[in-house]
């Protein structure tokens, strides 16, 4: 894989939580886990959770829970597919999932986690190459993983995953050019893909809407902001929303919950959880 380096001048391990009704942002509780680059996350039923991600000295897979009614992080059964990073989570129904990723090579392993029973089930292999980088979103009981880098390129690849058979389907592809780095997220009964960037260091803006009624990609209007990678997207009461800089998310009630991850390399993933949104 290719190197991109960014330096960011946050070197903030913590949360900041934002009520968009008042547009204001306010420090929660420091992530639970060491300080890393690179992890992901998802939410479940009013709860957000971190794991995975490059230390400085190590690979994480560990899994964090964040409960915003009390504030506080909670470590729970570390990841079943062993420590990685660049991977995908997502959530479906009250299940939450992570897979593909570096290990430090290319994955495509797939794991669901049960939140009640605190533990990890290894599923169907993602249908698409291993991969690092990727997106991943839910829309109604379906789970969405695209884009990404599947040595040598990156990749437009879409798929689509329905835990009741357990089985992974090829779908239309994203726009007409691979992409890594990239942010997804779903409003409704639609999902959303766009920024990136491609084996030539372009740096994308475009933002495209998918359809899982008509397998279909329209393409919206360009990011407000310039083209860019690794940023990390949400959603709160039907809008979207693009964090400029790497982090990861998850969501619950009406308040958003980020965490800035170090001041290196970094890319992120963003998932909502009822109404609130964790990063990392």
Same mark, same amino acid.
């Given at each position: 894989?290719?190197?991109?380096?960014?330096?960011?001048?946050?070197? $903030?391990?913590?949360?900041?939580?934002?009520?968009?009704?008042?547009?204001?942002?306010?420090?929660?509780?420091?992530?639970?886990?060491?300080?890393?680059?690179?992890?992901?996350?998802?939410?479940?039923?009013?709860?957000?959770? $971190?794991?995975?991600?490059?230390?400085?000295?190590?690979?994480?897979?560990?899994?964090?829970?964040?409960?915003?009614?009390?504030?506080?992080?909670?470590?729970?059964?570390?990841?079943?597919?062993?420590?990685?990073?660049?991977?995908?989570?997502?959530?479906?129904?009250?299940?939450?999932?992570?897979?593909?990723?570096?290990?430090?090579?290319?994955?495509?392993?797939?794991?669901?986690?049960?939140?009640?029973?605190?533990?990890?089930?290894?599923?169907?292999?993602?249908?698409?190459?291993?991969?690092?980088?990727?997106?991943?979103?839910?829309?109604?009981?379906?789970?969405?993983?695209?884009?990404?880098?599947?040595?040598?390129?990156?990749?437009?690849?879409?798929?689509?995953?329905?835990?009741?058979?357990?089985?992974?389907?090829?779908?239309?592809?994203?726009?007409?050019?691979?992409?890594?780095?990239?942010?997804?997220?779903?409003?409704?009964?639609?999902?959303?893909?766009?920024?990136?960037?491609?084996?030539?260091?372009?740096?994308?803006?475009?933002?495209?809407?998918?359809?899982?009624?008509?397998?279909?990609?329209?393409?919206?209007?360009?990011?407000?902001?310039?083209?860019?990678?690794?940023?990390?997207?949400?959603?709160?009461?039907?809008?979207?929303?693009?964090?400029?800089?790497?982090?990861?998310?998850?969501?619950?009630?009406?308040?958003? $919950?980020?965490?800035?991850?170090?001041?290196?390399?970094?890319?992120?993933?963003?998932?909502?959880?009822?109404?609130?949104?964790? $990063?990392?």
């Amino acid at each position: 894989m290719k190197t991109k380096t960014c330096i960011f001048a946050i070197l $903030l391990v913590g949360g900041l939580m934002s009520s968009h009704a008042q547009n204001t942002w306010t420090q929660k509780a420091d992530f639970g886990g060491g300080v890393r680059i690179y992890a992901t996350g998802f939410s479940i039923e009013g709860k957000g959770y $971190l794991g995975t991600g490059l230390g400085e000295f190590t690979t994480f897979n560990d899994l964090w829970e964040y409960d915003p009614t009390t504030n506080a992080w909670t470590q729970k059964a570390d990841f079943g597919g062993g420590a990685r990073y660049l991977a995908v989570g997502l959530s479906i129904g009250s299940k939450g999932y992570i897979g593909t990723g570096f290990d430090p090579f290319e994955t495509k392993d797939f794991w669901e986690y049960d939140p009640t029973m605190n533990s990890w089930t290894q599923k169907a292999d993602f249908g698409g190459p291993g991969t690092a980088g990727a997106v991943g979103f839910s829309i109604g009981s379906k789970g969405y993983i695209g884009t990404g880098w599947a040595y040598p390129t990156g990749t437009n690849n879409f798929w689509e995953y329905d835990p009741s058979v357990n089985t992974w389907t090829r779908k239309a592809d994203v726009g007409s050019v691979g992409r890594e780095f990239a942010v997804g997220f779903a409003i409704g009964g639609k999902g959303y893909i766009g920024t990136g960037t491609d084996d030539l260091s372009n740096f994308f803006n475009d933002f495209w809407e998918y359809d899982p009624a008509g397998d279909s990609w329209t393409k919206k209007a360009d990011f407000g902001g310039s083209g860019r990678w690794g940023a990390a997207g949400f959603n709160i009461d039907g809008k979207g929303y693009m964090e400029p800089e790497p982090t990861v998310a998850a969501i619950s009630g009406n308040m958003i $919950l980020l965490l800035t991850l170090g001041q290196k390399k970094r890319t992120s993933a963003g998932v909502a959880v009822g109404e609130r949104l964790a $990063l990392a």
